[in-house]
DNA sequence: CATGAATGAGTTTTCATTCAT
DNA sequence: GATGAATGAAAACTCATTCAT
């Protein structure tokens, strides 16, 4: 699968040294992120990021070496974002139930992916990277630990299954725009099958 | 005289009339509908969809005209296919209980998408037209109809919101791809889950 | 020629047969001619004249072998309809004053434009071919000798010129689609302006 | 935050915002309006324009998102500069007679085809868009102005059919290329015939 | 003669990326 | 750092023409 075409070209996001040149970097990122869940990684133009933040596509290439470190530098760092809130909530959450622990869980991904539109849709993309493959799986591992950490008794192999499943469930009221009601009721039945879930299996 | 006009230039999605082209086109779909499973839609090109057919370029033009109506053509063919399933699902499965009806659907989405691997990346794709919308409300009632007419009892706005969640569950293993114990203990813990919020809730 | 072949395959008469294949070079013919007049003769697609003439593209080519045998065909029947006209004219006109034989030529001119409107569209084409400028110096001399003929004292070189412009004077009118006053009005103008000038030449 | 949305796709046709890019656009426009007149607009190819101006074909589309949008640009500032010198002329010609005005207009027209060779060729163009349209119009009010303010006395239907047909009869002798006498005696005879037209009209 | 599926070179158009200023 | 013009390989799409049936 190695088919990693950029090894010739060291791939380098160029850290900013300066206040400006970060808000730079924050306001392209931002913009990326817009487009990217709007119209998809594909569909979306160099050209169009860098114009959507006003900036020129030189001064975009300049932080960004190609289009696929645009998408890594801002998956890294939503990656990152989401990664801390799940460090947080493993240490509020021990001693508590699975049940708890998914309540909480439905909580605080429902709020990322609400607000970070982009992050499932460049995760989840065809031809994975191996970059995009790890974060995933760090993220698996993170909520399975965050389980056997509460409770120590559950099945770490269910944890696994469960890390991989919570996820992917809070993606699908995301397709559910323009229907607010049907949207808001599938939010519920979620969680209540997956807490059900969780009890029934503890 | 020449009289009909001939419609200004809407002369070219021919339909075959002779045997050879239905199975020309049905080789066609057949590796664009393979080429998009695998490499996703943006990345397949139309190139590649053609010479995996063993056909010219304009072969595949003379059939399809954008990239666009090709995805179409396959994904309403898919649809159709399901959607008879689904029918056929219907009839067996009157009387049963909704746990059971989940059982049987679980079975049913579950090969269809192991042979259909184009038609949920398909189905779910960013900037969806009209027709895509169109072809996943009517996936979504009929298995809303499914559950209504077994059981009329159950809550309608639940048959409704499961009706959202249950091909949504299916894809949930497909991106596991390299993983098959994990698959599989997805498969079975999704399974469980929704049957057992099923009987919960009747 | 009555063929008495009777043999197991029935051999259809072969006079009906060319009849028929008569009929059939008339349809492509004109359904060439109406979209060459109607779209031009580049924007035409060959698959497009042969659906216009309820023909396949196979037959199309069974009697002409491109594209631009089909225009010559075309032209060169037409070429040869206004030829024949314009020496009937000539009889007529022997001994009339030019003004006279201006007025005639408009009206045969005028008429056989109305009835054949890709004959201008495909005579004066970019990248005009020999076989193009053979037709429009043919359609020149003959005008030309109209005139010398019916008034041996009209000023040859002014007889030539007369009849490279008239058939371009008559086309003007023909870009007035949808004008129907202004283009009588322009019409007779120029009947008026071709008139009065040849009488004051005379 | 990237507020302007960006308005979707239409950020192609780029206007060149320093002197070099202004230069580079005149220079790609000569190009093209140059095989225009040559070839055709059909046989024109968007490659050879780019190659006839020693450019990159991406850098045509930098500026002009489609062939067409390339001929309009090119006819439009045509007609701008056709309109100004119509304009001088009109200021020049008040109090003159109509025949004077003939020759005069004549005068401007054929110097105005003759170094844009392009202009004709591409206003009288089969299936004419709206704009086309507008720019023949354009012409035509501005040409029977012309007239109209130079003799109030002359008949205004008339003054418009004049205008109408002048512009045409100056493409009259473009089409005698190779026959340089002709050609000239054709320019005369034309001009004779409009004068003395306008003479016995007024 | 008739047919229409098939071809593929050629054309238009896109867009990630580079580079001179 | 910043800019935006410039690039050109690659993709979408067209259509005159051929050929097997």
Redesign the interface.
């Given at each position: 699968m190695a088919s990693e075409k950029a090894s010739a070209k060291a791939l380098k996001p160029r850290r900013p040294q300066q206040e400006r040149g970060r808000l730079r970097v924050a306001?392209l990122m931002?913009?990326a992120a817009?487009l990217f869940a709007?119209?998809?990684f594909?569909?979306t133009t160099m050209?169009?990021v860098a114009?959507?933040?006003?900036a020129a596509i030189g001064t975009l290439y300049l932080f960004f070496p190609t289009k696929e470190a645009l998408a890594e530098a801002i998956l890294r760092e939503q990656a990152e974002e989401i990664s801390s809130q799940l460090d947080c909530l493993s240490e509020r959450m021990v001693g508590h139930a699975p049940a708890a622990i998914a309540d909480a869980l439905f909580a605080l991904l429902g709020d990322f992916l609400k607000t970070h539109p982009a992050y499932s849709?460049m995760l989840?993309?065809?031809?994975d990277a191996s970059w995009r493959r790890a974060i995933r799986i760090r993220r698996r591992n993170q909520i399975s630990a965050l389980f056997a950490r509460a409770e120590p008794a559950l099945n770490p192999?269910?944890a696994?299954?469960?890390a991989?499943?919570v996820p992917?469930?809070m993606?699908?009221p995301l397709?559910?725009t323009g229907e607010k009601r049907?949207r808001d009721?599938?939010v519920d039945?979620?969680r209540?099958?997956?807490k059900?879930?969780l009890e029934?299996g503890s």
């Open positions: 306001a931002a913009s817009e709007e119209k998809g594909e569909a050209t169009e114009a959507n933040a006003c849709a989840d993309l065809p031809g192999e269910q696994e299954r469960i991989v499943i992917q469930l993606r699908i397709a559910l049907l009721g599938v039945e979620l209540q099958m997956l059900a879930h029934a």
